[in-house]
């Protein structure tokens, strides 16, 4: 089946790995590699913590603050930035969002954002129709409302898009609703995998 309706995540697909980041953070904070991963995985606190920046409920500073003394960091001023500082773009990723988005496929973001200025969106105009980014409306994946909610922005049925994500649990409820779906773990298997799907050439 040929699908013309793309929706992808920003952070880990767009972007290189962010748990990779994480690691850095906590070996230049002085704290084990697997810290951050490990708080977010294991303890509810800091997940339910991370809901509540993801969902534009409390602010940065507020998490930053929160999340440091959990840490046992000493300075939470610029934390997330922090977290974040080993993240680079994957050029191949967006160029092929672009290629999709010139080739006549519907395209939009869906992501889990962490606070307020967290995307460099310089090439957001070129490569996304729509943006759908927790912060923003009040819902995280994986939420099945937020995937019918992009859709529906999309100007899509479910069944006519194609859900990229780097986390297995934010696949499940997209396909539960009809999407088809792709696991990100690199650039030229996730660009082959969409371009199945979608019936066009990305490169």
Not at 134 to 145: D, F, L, T, V
């Amino acid at each position: 089946m040929s699908r013309d309706g793309l929706l992808i995540d920003f952070g880990g697909v767009l972007t290189s790995n962010v748990f990779e980041s994480f690691a850095a953070f906590c070996r230049a904070e002085g704290l084990d590699p697997d810290t951050v991963r490990d708080r977010f995985r294991e303890d509810r606190a800091a997940r339910d913590l991370l809901g509540e920046l993801e969902e534009g409920r409390i602010s940065n500073t507020d998490f930053e603050r929160r999340f440091a003394t959990m840490l046992g960091v000493a300075e939470p001023d610029g934390l997330i930035e922090r977290l974040f500082g080993g993240m680079q773009q994957d050029e191949a990723m967006f160029d092929a969002v672009a290629a999709a988005r010139r080739a006549g496929v519907r395209t939009g973001l869906v992501s889990n954002s962490w606070g307020e200025a967290g995307y460099d969106r310089s090439r957001f105009d070129e490569l996304f129709d729509v943006l759908v980014i927790s912060g923003e409306i009040g819902i995280r994946k994986p939420a099945p409302e937020i995937y019918a909610l992009a859709a529906e922005r999309l100007g899509r049925p479910p069944e006519q898009c194609v859900f990229v994500d780097d986390l297995p649990g934010n696949l499940k409820p997209a396909r539960a609703i009809g999407m088809a779906t792709v696991l990100h773990r690199d650039a030229a298997q996730t660009i082959a995998e969409i371009e199945q799907h979608l019936g066009v050439s990305l490169r």
